[in-house]
Nanobody, 122 residues
Framework: VQLQAFGGGLVQAGGSLRLSCELS????????VDWYRQAPGKEREWVAD???????NYADSVKGRFTISRDDAKNSVFLQMDDVKPEDTAVYYC?????????????????WGQGTLVTVSS
């Protein structure tokens, strides 16, 4: 199972951007998916998550501006970023907790995407 994040780019302050996190492979199911970000010179910070049942949580810094959603039919999770600010500039990563369905057993795995860069200009 592989995970890929994309959708980053350059956006002006106040604008919008939509990030995608796609999983590919066979015989797996997706539990909770998180988005993290890491700004230059700073530690990675948690941004938002969405459970298998669709419950969402957000960091205070993005609450009311970012929306996380999922489309299980497409094995995808999205991060809609609205009213972006220069301080949202970072590399954004998605992390997925998945279950690999093997014959006779299941395996829990935590996958990280490669990151996608978001740059917000003032």
């Amino acid at each position: 199972v592989q995970l890929q994040a994309f959708g980053g780019g350059l956006v002006q302050a106040g604008g919008s951007l939509r990030l995608s996190c796609e999983l590919s492979g066979r015989m797996f199911s997706i539990n909770t998916v998180d988005w993290y970000r890491q700004a230059p010179g700073k530690e990675r910070e948690w941004v938002a998550d969405i459970t298998k049942g669709g419950r969402t949580n957000y960091a205070d810094s993005v609450k009311g501006r970012f929306t996380i959603s999922r489309d299980d039919a497409k094995n995808s999770v999205f991060l809609q970023m609205d009213d972006v600010k220069p301080e949202d500039t970072a590399v954004y990563y998605c992390k997925a907790d998945v279950v690999i369905h093997l014959i006779g057993a299941n395996r829990d795995r935590q996958l990280w995407g490669q990151g996608t860069l978001v740059t917000v200009s003032s």
